[in-house]
């Protein structure tokens, strides 16, 4: 009789205490086989540079909202703009300026599930109702590079936005006062530690139907899912060779910050499984390619696709279609994904 061979699973979850989080360990070798993959059709372009259609500059964000309304931030033209689930114009949100119903220098924007906008710039936060209409601001507290922003069920905000006080990469917003943070940020050492804390030391986050709260690491390659209140339920580690670690070089009084590989975005996908976006640069430092690593609601790897393209969704929908601004042709891309 042959011995029976025993393979051993391409990830690991190592034993936790009741009160400990998960930690999956995942190998470059997905779960499931070539069969499986990710594919991306384009449902709508906007823009694009022909004569006649909207012309956009440096597109920060985009969200879409409950009528799949679809709402661009362009940081170059200090402008917020509406189109319609057909990609027509419907006009612009607020204006430029330093008014308390005014904005300047966009870094992120958010809805929530009343379709209330959240503009993040300038050191404040402003609100929108679904109407365009000016509600209110608040105080940014942290002060820093915000990566985005997403609201919880319960009405309150997260900003994925580090904090040198607290070393924290996620804060959260109750009746628009800072409550709370969470996510321990990723640390540097050394003479220029601060420059790169501020530059890299940060991540995306991204909120699930459930509430549940996912923040992806810039750098290196980690997963966290936290509960609503941020408490940490699990960390997913992924082995790897294509995330690089960020640095800087100083020439002179100035910094120069390179270009890296790393994490670009993540979406807790409709059906429950997370997807993580890593942008691959080239050896010049220049956007050469797109990992998405799918992962199930327990955090095992399933498979990695790789795109020859730089690709950067900003943005999922109830459905699964990602939002991303098409830099090449300066056009804002809806995109179907589709898994098999």
Same mark, same amino acid.
């Given at each position: 009789?042959?011995?029976?061979?025993?393979?051993?699973?391409?990830?690991?979850?190592?034993?936790?205490?009741?009160?400990?989080?998960?930690?999956?360990?995942?190998?470059?070798?997905?779960?499931?086989?070539?069969?499986?993959?990710?594919?991306?059709?384009?449902?709508?372009?906007?823009?694009?540079?022909? %004569?006649?259609?909207?012309?956009?500059? *440096?597109?920060?964000?985009?969200?879409?909202?409950?009528?799949?309304?679809?709402?661009?931030?362009?940081?170059?033209?200090?402008?917020?703009?509406?189109?319609?689930?057909?990609?027509?114009?419907?006009?612009?949100?607020? %204006?430029?300026?330093?008014?308390?119903?005014?904005?300047?220098?966009?870094?992120?924007?958010?809805?929530?599930?009343?379709?209330?906008?959240?503009?993040?710039?300038?050191?404040?936060?402003?609100? &929108?109702?679904?109407?365009?209409?000016?509600?209110?601001?608040?105080?940014?507290?942290?002060? *820093?590079?915000?990566?985005?922003?997403?609201?919880?069920?319960?009405?309150?905000?997260?900003?994925?936005?580090?904090?040198?006080?607290?070393?924290?990469?996620?804060?959260?917003?109750?009746?628009?006062?800072?409550?709370?943070?969470?996510?321990?940020? +990723?640390?540097? *050492?050394?003479? *220029?530690?601060?420059?790169?804390?501020?530059?890299?030391?940060?991540?995306?986050?991204?909120?699930?139907?459930?509430?549940?709260?996912? &923040?992806?690491?810039?750098?290196?390659?980690?997963?966290?899912?936290?509960?609503?209140?941020?408490?940490?339920?699990?960390?997913?580690?992924?082995?790897?060779?294509?995330?690089?670690?960020?640095?800087?070089?100083?020439?002179?009084?100035?910094?120069?910050?390179?270009?890296?590989?790393?994490?670009?975005?993540? +979406?807790?996908?409709?059906?429950?499984?997370?997807?993580?976006?890593?942008?691959?640069?080239?050896?010049?430092?220049?956007?050469?390619?797109?990992?998405?690593?799918?992962?199930?609601?327990?955090?095992?790897?399933?498979?990695?696709?790789?795109?020859?393209? &730089? +690709?950067?969704?900003?943005?999922?929908?109830?459905?699964?279609?990602?939002?991303?601004?098409?830099?090449?042709?300066?056009?804002?891309?809806?995109?179907?994904?589709?898994?098999?």
């Amino acid at each position: 009789m042959k011995p029976l061979l025993f393979v051993l699973p391409l990830f690991l979850a190592a034993p936790a205490l009741a009160a400990d989080p998960i930690v999956v360990h995942n190998f470059d070798q997905p779960a499931w086989d070539a069969s499986h993959g990710i594919e991306l059709s384009d449902e709508l372009r906007i823009g694009g540079g022909s %004569q006649g259609q909207v012309k956009f500059g *440096n597109i920060v964000h985009i969200v879409s909202d409950s009528k799949n309304q679809i709402i661009v931030a362009d940081y170059s033209q200090n402008e917020i703009r509406r189109f319609g689930a057909d990609g027509k114009l419907m006009g612009s949100i607020g %204006q430029a300026g330093d008014g308390p119903d005014q904005y300047r220098f966009i870094v992120a924007i958010g809805v929530d599930a009343k379709d209330n906008l959240y503009v993040v710039g300038s050191k404040r936060i402003r609100i &929108y109702d679904a109407t365009d209409k000016y509600v209110t601001d608040f105080r940014d507290a942290s002060l *820093n590079l915000v990566r985005g922003v997403r609201a919880l069920p319960d009405g309150s905000i997260l900003l994925a936005e580090y904090d040198a006080r607290t070393n924290t990469a996620v804060q959260k917003y109750v009746a628009n006062k800072p409550t709370d943070h969470f996510s321990d940020a +990723f640390k540097f *050492n050394g003479q *220029n530690a601060d420059q790169m804390a501020m530059a890299y030391a940060g991540g995306f986050v991204d909120v699930g139907a459930d509430g549940m709260v996912y &923040y992806t690491q810039m750098s290196p390659y980690e997963i966290r899912k936290f509960t609503p209140s941020g408490d940490l339920v699990m960390r997913i580690l992924r082995e790897n060779n294509f995330v690089t670690a960020p640095h800087l070089e100083k020439k002179g009084g100035s910094m120069i910050f390179h270009a890296y590989s790393g994490s670009v975005a993540i +979406f807790a996908l409709p059906d429950g499984k997370i997807m993580n976006v890593i942008g691959i640069v080239d050896a010049e430092g220049k956007p050469a390619s797109t990992v998405l690593d799918l992962f199930d609601n327990e955090g095992h790897l399933l498979l990695s696709h790789r795109l020859e393209r &730089y +690709f950067t969704p900003q943005w999922c929908d109830p459905s699964g279609s990602l939002y991303t601004f098409d830099a090449d042709s300066l056009a804002v891309v809806r995109s179907r994904l589709s898994i098999h």
